[in-house]
């Protein structure tokens, strides 16, 4: 059956590495800037978007609100919501934590408040955006091996390294850089607090 988005909010389909081949629906931009995150974030097994209604009374009426996200994260489930800071002393979101951390409670999950100020924090979100362009370029077997012998003594800038597998490949080699830092293989120096540049200084992880 197709989903059935609100029409009345910003909507949309995060197509998730982690969650594929399903696609991820987002309710909200800071939804779709946490899906983001959590899907580079390497403790991160698998999330859900919009996992439960969650049913309750008030003033004599039964009502219900829907969960944003469900994340395992290590041996930990947690489930997540994403709000505005702007928001959270709303009478509506005062209700929903309330209620969230009972059915929490009641079945051993955490229960998680993200908000976009948060998510948008530093520059991490800015640049997992960029990486996440490239998690699709495979880089073979013997392209990495010439990214291990060029730092195997240390880190370098990403121009220095670009140079080097430019020569090798006789290519543009940026989207392979990009998709090492992607998915692990590499690191960056300060990823939450500067802009992944070019002058950036690149390493083999542990």
């Known amino acids: 059956m197709a989903r059935k988005f609100n029409r009345s909010r ?3 389909k995060f197509m998730s590495e982690k969650m594929s081949p399903a696609a ?5 931009t800071i939804e779709r800037d946490y899906f983001f995150l959590l899907d580079f974030d390497r403790t991160v097994n698998w999330f859900r978007d919009h996992p439960f209604k969650i049913y309750y009374k008030l003033n004599g009426k039964k009502r219900h609100y829907t969960s944003d996200v469900l994340v395992s994260r290590g041996n930990r489930i947690q489930l997540v919501e994403v709000k505005d800071a702007r928001e959270l002393d709303s009478d509506d979101n005062k209700k929903a934590f309330q209620v969230g951390k009972q059915f929490c409670q009641e079945r051993g999950y955490e229960y998680v408040v993200v908000t976009d100020a948060e998510i948008r924090a530093g520059y991490l979100l800015e640049n997992v955006k960029l990486l996440t362009r490239y998690r699709k370029q495979s880089v073979t077997g013997s392209c990495w091996g010439e990214v291990k012998r060029a730092l195997r ?4 800038e990403i121009q220095k390294l670009k140079g080097i597998l430019d020569s090798f490949l006789v290519v543009n080699s940026l989207p392979y850089i990009y998709s090492c830092l992607y998915h692990g293989a590499l690191k960056v120096e300060s990823i939450k607090e500067s802009p992944i540049e070019l002058c950036s200084i690149v390493m083999l992880s542990l």
């Open 10 to 12: 910003t909507t949309g």
């Open 24 to 28: 991820t629906y987002w309710e909200s």
């Open 153 to 156: 003594s240390g880190g370098m």
